[in-house]
């Protein structure tokens, strides 16, 4: 990559936000160069375990923008998308109809028939289905890898752990790894995922201020014991429950589940085994959905997510760490199918903020 281009930005965190940003960056920006750090490998984070449901659902207005701009984001790049993405379509449940109308961005259809023979809603709720799609987190990681490499402007530093960020009144940012290796940047992103609240004093206090939180997130991997093709998913939003097909070398009957279980303030890096009351949970929801005998346990994911009261992705800035900073994260699971529209929104207020300094100069 060339040092010749007018401004240098380092991202911080190589994970579906990280590299979508360095991406959006690199597009709408000819005089940017951007450099990508990662402490561990590229979207083996928070990313590689995420349940990777790329659903129409949305909870507010701003949500709700966010899943257009990804959605129009992936049907823009055509038939390479499918290389990571690929369509299942979705039965949710709700209590009613109007629970889900208002917070879908697809068109839902009544679906009373469209789970396969044999599996039960639960109990009191009605179905209703919308396309969705299912994404590889790992395979869109190394693809949007790709795409920074060869754009001649990027590039994906990994095992590559940030420390500290020294910032003056004026000038650029120097980026410290742990390594001893430092690097300048005009404006330094931070995408840290569910590590952002404790990675420092300052971001944890100004996590605190915006009640930015980890939590525990819990996954079974599923397989079906009946002759069931994995061909649809299910949402259950008020139960935060999601259970989709992810057919794998041994299995082409494997599905995911993740479900909603409290427990916060965790440390990302601790060990988080898995809860019984989840398993109990899980238990009675697939014996339902699914019948006695139908199914089996056959690995478990247990991670951490951040959250907000407000259920919002956060773009921002943080003003104790310096007006050259920008803070993004994905939060409530969202971070992977809303990662585009969360990079459109990180490019541009890098951008805006790279313009003054040129104002200024």
Same mark, same amino acid.
């Given at each position: 990559?060339?040092?010749?281009?007018?401004? #240098?930005?380092?991202?911080?965190?190589?994970?579906?936000?990280?590299?979508?940003?360095?991406?959006?960056?690199?597009? #709408?920006?000819?005089?940017?160069?951007?450099?990508?750090?990662?402490?561990?490998?590229?979207?083996?984070?928070?990313?590689?375990?995420?349940?990777?449901?790329?659903?129409?659902?949305?909870?507010?207005?701003?949500?709700?923008?966010?899943?257009?701009?990804?959605?129009?984001?992936?049907?823009?790049?055509?038939?390479?998308?499918?290389?990571?993405? #690929?369509?299942?379509?979705?039965?949710?449940?709700?209590?009613?109809?109007?629970?889900?109308?208002?917070?879908?961005?697809?068109?839902?259809?009544?679906?009373?028939?469209?789970?396969?023979?044999?599996?039960?809603?639960?109990?009191?709720?009605?179905?209703?289905?919308?396309?969705?799609?299912?994404?590889?987190?790992?395979?869109?990681?190394? %693809?949007?890898?790709?795409?920074?490499?060869?754009?001649?402007?990027?590039?994906?530093?990994?095992?590559?752990?940030?420390?500290?960020?020294?910032?003056?009144?004026?000038?650029?940012?120097?980026?410290?790894?742990?390594?001893?290796?430092?690097?300048?940047?005009?404006?330094?992103?931070?995408?840290?995922?569910?590590?952002?609240?404790?990675?420092?004093?300052?971001?944890?206090?100004?996590?605190?201020?915006?009640?930015?939180?980890?939590?525990?997130?819990?996954?079974?991997?599923?397989?079906?014991?009946?002759?069931?093709?994995?061909?649809?998913?299910?949402?259950?939003?008020?139960?935060?429950?999601?259970?989709?097909?992810?057919?794998?070398?041994?299995?082409?009957? %494997?599905?995911?589940?993740?479900?909603?279980?409290?427990?916060?303030?965790?440390?990302?890096?601790?060990?988080?085994?898995?809860?019984?009351?989840?398993?109990?949970?899980?238990?009675?929801?697939?014996?339902?959905?699914?019948?006695?005998?139908?199914?089996?346990?056959?690995?478990?994911?247990?991670?951490?997510?951040?959250?907000?009261?407000?259920?919002?992705?956060?773009?921002?800035?943080?003003?104790?760490?310096?007006?050259?900073?920008?803070?993004?994260?994905?939060?409530?699971?969202?971070?992977?199918?809303?990662?585009?529209?969360?990079?459109?929104?990180?490019?541009?207020?890098?951008?805006?903020?790279?313009?003054?300094?040129?104002?200024? %100069?």
């Amino acid at each position: 990559m060339t040092d010749e281009l007018g401004h #240098r930005v380092v991202v911080v965190g190589g994970g579906v936000i990280g590299l979508a940003a360095a991406a959006a960056l690199v597009a #709408r920006a000819p005089n940017v160069s951007v450099t990508v750090l990662e402490r561990a490998a590229a979207g083996e984070g928070a990313s590689a375990y995420a349940g990777a449901m790329d659903i129409p659902y949305f909870r507010n207005a701003f949500q709700r923008d966010l899943v257009r701009a990804s959605w129009a984001w992936h049907e823009a790049r055509g038939d390479s998308a499918t290389e990571y993405r #690929r369509m299942v379509p979705i039965t949710w449940f709700a209590d009613s109809d109007l629970e889900l109308q208002s917070n879908m961005m697809a068109p839902l259809t009544a679906a009373p028939l469209k789970v396969p023979p044999g599996w039960l809603a639960p109990a009191g709720t009605c179905s209703l289905q919308s396309p969705s799609y299912v994404i590889d987190p790992r395979a869109w990681c190394r %693809a949007l890898v790709d795409e920074l490499v060869q754009s001649g402007r990027a590039e994906v530093i990994e095992r590559a752990e940030v420390m500290a960020l020294e910032t003056g009144p004026r000038g650029p940012v120097r980026v410290n790894c742990t390594d001893g290796r430092s690097h300048i940047a005009d404006h330094v992103v931070l995408a840290l995922g569910p590590w952002l609240p404790g990675w420092n004093e300052r971001t944890q206090s100004w996590a605190s201020n915006i009640g930015l939180r980890t939590k525990r997130v819990f996954g079974l991997n599923i397989d079906l014991n009946s002759a069931v093709d994995p061909v649809i998913a299910v949402g259950w939003p008020a139960a935060d429950i999601y259970f989709h097909p992810a057919p794998t070398s041994l299995s082409d009957r %494997a599905y995911r589940l993740s479900l909603r279980h409290d427990e916060w303030d965790v440390d990302p890096d601790a060990e988080h085994p898995m809860a019984d009351a989840v398993v109990e949970r899980a238990g009675a929801f697939l014996d339902r959905l699914l019948g006695l005998g139908a199914w089996s346990v056959v690995g478990q994911r247990v991670f951490v997510d951040s959250y907000t009261p407000d259920f919002q992705a956060v773009v921002g800035s943080c003003a104790t760490l310096g007006q050259d900073i920008t803070i993004a994260t994905g939060t409530h699971g969202s971070g992977v199918r809303m990662a585009p529209g969360i990079a459109e929104l990180v490019a541009r207020a890098v951008l805006d903020r790279l313009t003054q300094i040129e104002v200024a %100069a």
